[in-house]
Nanobody, 115 residues
Framework: QVQLVESGGGLVQAGGSQRLSCAAS????????MGWYRQAPGKQRDVVAT???????NYADSLKGRFTISRDNREYMIYLQMNDLEPEDTAVYFC?????????WGQGTQVTVSS
């Protein structure tokens, strides 16, 4: 089992920045890819960004240039730096971790961007 705990959500004004963190625990040595997804009210959960154990990143096309994912393999944490936030970025942001056998989700953290 892998446990994921997100932190760093909250209320921010449009144009502002916010950094999310996700701490992994449990069978952390089995984790390969980690990432962030988000789910706005009434919408499906969509990928924001992913990062492999080796540091290869992928982003949703619409978020490239504003969001940056990073990973600390020593501490088994990932981060999401979000800049120039827009009201459309308002969503619950979920941390994700993948092993060879399974995948795991955090409980989510709310990010609200006010106009």
């Amino acid at each position: 089992q892998v446990q994921l705990v997100e932190s760093g959500g909250g209320l921010v004004q449009a144009g502002g920045s916010q950094r999310l963190s996700c701490a992994a625990s449990g069978l952390i040595l089995s984790i390969n890819t980690m990432g962030w997804y988000r789910q706005a009210p009434g919408k499906q959960r969509d990928v924001v960004a992913t990062i492999t154990e080796g540091g290869t990143t992928n982003y949703a096309d619409s978020l490239k240039g504003r969001f940056t994912i990073s990973r600390d393999n020593r501490e088994y944490m990932i981060y999401l730096q979000m800049n120039d936030l827009e009201p459309e970025d308002t969503a619950v942001y979920f941390c994700y971790a993948e092993t060879a056998m399974d995948h795991y989700w955090g409980q989510g953290t709310q990010v609200t961007v006010s106009s």
